[in-house]
């Protein structure tokens, strides 16, 4: 992501404007670019997210939904933001390794999913 102008040099272009529609227009304009960023961010976030929930779809064999499930549980339990654990979830691709807290609580979600599964 690519700020075109940060937030100091916004205030200083609101500032600056002569006329009240200038003033209103840069104003949209500086919401839109926040907008933006805020999209720009959870496109990213959602893409990691996808991928972990197919990872977990993929150790125990379920749903989209099931695999949601998990891993909001794990974020629950572990106290960390769903997207963070997707990312550390993900990251395990990439040689690095699961932190024991949650790879102990990932462990415990799988096993209650396959119990279920059994019932």
Do not use: F, Y
Not at 70 to 98: E, P, Y
């Amino acid at each position: 992501m690519h700020q075109l102008t940060t937030p100091s040099e916004e205030q200083r272009l609101l500032r600056t404007v002569p006329s009240a529609g200038e003033a209103a227009l840069l104003s949209e304009v500086v919401e839109l670019r926040a907008k933006n960023e805020q999209l720009e961010h959870a496109l990213v976030s959602r893409a990691v997210i996808d991928q972990a929930r197919g990872m977990v779809m993929a150790l125990a064999p379920c749903s989209s939904e099931r695999a949601w499930d998990v891993l909001v549980d794990l974020s629950q339990h572990c106290n960390i933001k769903l997207r963070d654990v997707a990312g550390t979830l993900v990251a395990t691709t990439k040689d690095r390794t699961l932190p024991e807290p949650m790879q102990r609580e990932l462990r415990r979600a799988l096993r209650s999913l396959h119990l279920a599964d059994r019932r």
